[in-house]
């Protein structure tokens, strides 16, 4: 089952902030968050292990609550540059065989859209 | 070039024909992917393999065949194509270890 992302879609004016949800029905072992740029490749962003840990890259950072299987992407002062498809993949604890090799299960992605 | 490629880039086809789309990476990574992208589901993962020779079914396999016999390459074969495999399709790869996939540009495929 894929992993249900809020909102859907977002429209932000230059500098503004935005949150980005990802919530699943399985308890998990990881949250992936990947950007997408319109016509290209997903792009990486970072990775949350269970631990409930936070991690941030310059004005992007993210949570992972392991007790409700959610994370949340925040993007601080957004750039024109954040606009794109973003999206999370999660690998289940049920399924988890170690070392990266499975795949992942990704949201439906959340479009954002930041205006000058 | 270092990386990893996907060929071709966009390719049409008809209904019934196999069509095989190419992955490529530079990098020896163990771990590759396929995931398939459509309007509404977002990525869904295909089939993957941790290694040469190992090989594993994804949320979709249905209709498509993988192969991968040197650690470099991951084709993707549509045995018949039909009409609801037309999709783009991103190959990824990551090393072994790491969640951190790195994804191909991605084929174009329709289906006529």
């Known amino acids: 089952q894929q992993p249900v992302q809020s909102p859907q879609a977002v429209i932000l004016r230059e500098g503004e902030d935005a949150v980005i949800n990802c919530s699943s029905s399985?308890?998990?072992?990881?949250v992936h968050w990947y950007r997408q740029k319109h016509g290209e490749a997903p792009v990486f962003l970072m990775i949350l292990l269970k631990g409930g840990e936070q991690k941030g890259h310059e004005k992007i950072s993210a949570s992972f609550n392991e007790k409700k299987q959610q994370s949340s992407l925040y993007l601080t002062a957004s750039q024109l540059s954040y606009s794109g498809t973003y999206f999370c993949?999660?690998?289940?604890?049920?399924?988890?065989?170690?070392?990266?090799?499975?795949?992942?299960?990704f949201g439906k992605g959340t479009h954002l859209i930041i205006q000058p | 070039d270092a990386g990893i490629t996907q060929s071709p880039r966009y390719k049409i086809t008809e209904t019934g024909r196999q069509v095989t789309l190419m992955c490529h990476q530079t990098?020896?990574?163990?771990?590759m992917f396929w995931y398939r992208q459509d309007l509404g589901h977002g990525l869904r993962l295909i089939y993957y393999?941790?290694?040469?020779?190992?090989?594993d079914k994804g949320e979709v396999p249905d209709g498509y065949v993988v192969s991968r016999s040197k650690t470099e390459n991951f084709p993707l074969t549509l045995e018949s194509a039909t009409r609801s495999q037309t999709s783009v399709y991103f190959c990824a790869s990551s090393v072994a270890g790491s969640y951190e996939q790195y994804f191909g540009p991605g084929t174009r495929l329709t289906v006529t």
């Open positions: 399985k308890a998990l072992y990881s």
């Open positions: 990098w020896s990574h163990s771990y």
């Open positions: 993949g999660t690998v289940p604890l049920l399924t988890y065989s170690g070392g990266g090799a499975d795949g992942l299960t």
């Open positions: 393999s941790a290694a040469a020779d190992i090989t």
